[in-house]
């Protein structure tokens, strides 16, 4: 079994990237969603949602009751959270697709 900090953080942290949202959470004053994102490198495109909590610096992921997230995108706009902590995500391009969505 590896001991490796690196090895061991790249579990629990995302991964990274560029082009992401990163909004308020609803939960509690110290956390904030990350959605999405861009990985140059071999061109991944993100659609995971992580809770970071600013005063622990832990990162936690979200695992959505459905598997109804959108598809993995950068340069997009994410507001909320909303009225039963409802997050929007509008818009946004995958290589050369551009999205118009909400």
Same mark, same amino acid.
């Given at each position: 079994m590896e001991n490796s900090k690196c090895s061991l /953080?790249?579990?629990y942290i995302p991964k990274c990237r560029s082009s992401q949202a990163f909004v308020k959470s609803s939960k509690n004053s110290d956390s904030f969603i990350l959605? $999405? $994102?861009y990985q140059q490198a071999g061109e991944v495109y993100f659609n #995971? +949602?992580?809770e970071f909590n600013s005063k622990s +610096?832990?990162?936690q992921e979200i695992v959505p009751r459905t598997n109804d997230l959108p598809n993995g995108r950068r340069l997009f706009g994410m /507001?909320?959270?909303f009225f039963q902590n409802l *997050?929007? @995500?509008f818009g946004g391009m995958r290589a050369n697709q @551009? *999205? #118009?969505d909400l």
């Open positions: /953080a790249e579990k959605f $999405g $994102g #995971d +949602l992580w +610096l832990v990162f /507001a909320g959270p *997050y929007f @995500i @551009i *999205y #118009d």
